[in-house]
């Protein structure tokens, strides 16, 4: 177990520091909304990953079940695409993902604070948090990579994953509570520098699944 938290740790740091529209949403909602309004929006997504990462997992185990054969290609699509979405995001040079030049995403301070009350918002934040991510096909691409690297047996799957979603989401909510003093640090030189090395990572991820699978099969 301690071998699957250790593993699994890393790779929800990564992935929570990763900049993209998630990323930038819960930052820009609690810093105009405030902190319980981001805090909502990010279990938003939160329940998008989850769901996400169920279809990708019992589809996945289903095929994989007993079949050496599907672990081998499963295993080398898996580090396909992380190799392709970690070379995307470690060459991406596009401004669209920056608060600083994107109107989309600008974080605007909002003077007074202002605090979700009621359930109808509560459920607005939610609700906007799963569809902002779950409409992401690059997310989709992610958790479809991300799985296969989990292993092969169910219950190592599910608690490796489950690590993974736990430390996003706690991620998140140290995003929303430090939401003013993270928009001061991200300027575009720091955002570069976060997409290069989540990328490289992510990409090396990617190559070791594929080797995993042909050596220690």
């Given at each position: 177990m301690l071998a699957v938290l250790l593993k699994a740790i890393p790779i929800g740091l990564l992935l929570s520091i990763m900049p993209g529209a998630a990323f930038f949403s819960v930052i820009q909602t609690s810093i105009s909304r405030g902190f319980r309004a981001g805090l909502f929006l990010a279990?938003?997504?939160?329940?998008?990953?989850?769901?996400?990462?169920?279809?990708?997992l019992f589809g996945i185990a289903g095929l994989m079940e007993n079949n050496e054969t599907a672990q081998l290609v499963m295993g080398i699509v898996g580090g396909i695409i992380l190799i392709v979405f970690g070379?995307?995001?470690?060459?991406?040079?596009?401004?669209?993902?920056?608060?600083?030049?994107?109107?989309?995403?600008?974080?605007?301070?909002?003077?007074?604070?202002?605090?979700?009350?009621?359930?109808?918002?509560?459920?607005?934040?939610?609700?906007?948090?799963?569809?902002?991510?779950?409409?992401?096909?690059?997310?989709?691409?992610?958790?479809?990579?991300?799985?296969?690297?989990?292993?092969?047996?169910?219950?190592?799957?599910?608690?490796?994953?489950?690590f993974i979603l736990i430390?996003?989401?706690?991620m998140d909510m140290l995003k929303s509570y430090f939401a003013g003093k993270i928009k001061q640090i991200l300027?575009?030189?720091?955002?570069?520098?976060?997409?290069?090395?989540?990328?490289?990572?992510?990409?090396?991820?990617g190559v070791f699944l594929i080797i995993r699978v042909f050596f220690w099969s």
């Open positions: 279990f938003g997504i939160s329940l998008s990953d989850i769901f996400l990462v169920a279809l990708c070379g995307y995001t470690f060459l991406n040079m596009k401004s669209d993902l920056n608060p600083q030049l994107s109107k989309s995403l600008l974080l605007k301070e909002c003077p007074n604070g202002e605090e979700i009350n009621g359930e109808n918002k509560r459920i607005k934040y939610l609700a906007k948090g799963f569809a902002l991510n779950v409409s992401n096909p690059f997310v989709w691409l992610l958790w479809l990579g991300i799985v296969p690297y989990s292993g092969v047996v169910l219950k190592e799957q599910v608690f490796f994953l489950l430390t996003v989401f706690s300027t575009p030189e720091v955002i570069f520098l976060i997409n290069r090395i989540v990328g490289l990572v992510i990409a090396c991820l």
